[in-house]
């Protein structure tokens, strides 16, 4: 069964840095993407930052510069490096992992962790 542990999330002032990390089990095939999402009270779900098994990278305008994605493949760990916070990136927070199997493609998800900003 394929889990994924989220930790690092906090309260933290704006202009600081928190570290997000999230370790996946469980899958026999192996993680494709990992990545992490967001969402904020009232707001939809969306996409923080991506990381393909090759190192492909996808971050959503709002946080270039400012977030770093990076994985250790050989620990299933995907890390999101978050500086320059901001009060709008208060949110909670999901890891994503994609499992490609022979009979279908799986996304799986962390249970969550909370950012607090405060200005």
């Known amino acids: 069964q394929v889990q994924l542990l989220e930790s690092g999330g906090g309260l933290v002032q704006a202009r600081g840095s928190l570290r997000l990390s999230c370790a996946a089990s469980?899958?026999?095939?192996?993680?494709?993407?990992m990545g992490w999402y967001r969402q904020a009270p009232g707001k939809q779900r969306e996409l923080v930052a991506a990381?393909?098994?090759?190192?492909?990278?996808n971050y959503v305008d709002s946080v270039k510069g400012r977030f770093t994605i990076s994985r250790d493949n050989a620990k299933n760990t995907v890390y999101l490096q978050m500086n320059s916070l901001k009060p709008e990136d208060t949110a909670v927070y999901y890891c994503n992992a994609r499992v490609i199997t022979g009979w279908g493609t799986f996304d799986y998800w962390g249970q969550g962790t909370q950012v607090t900003v405060s200005s």
């Open positions: 990381i393909a098994s090759a190192g492909n990278l």
């Open positions: 469980g899958s026999r095939f192996g993680f494709d993407a």
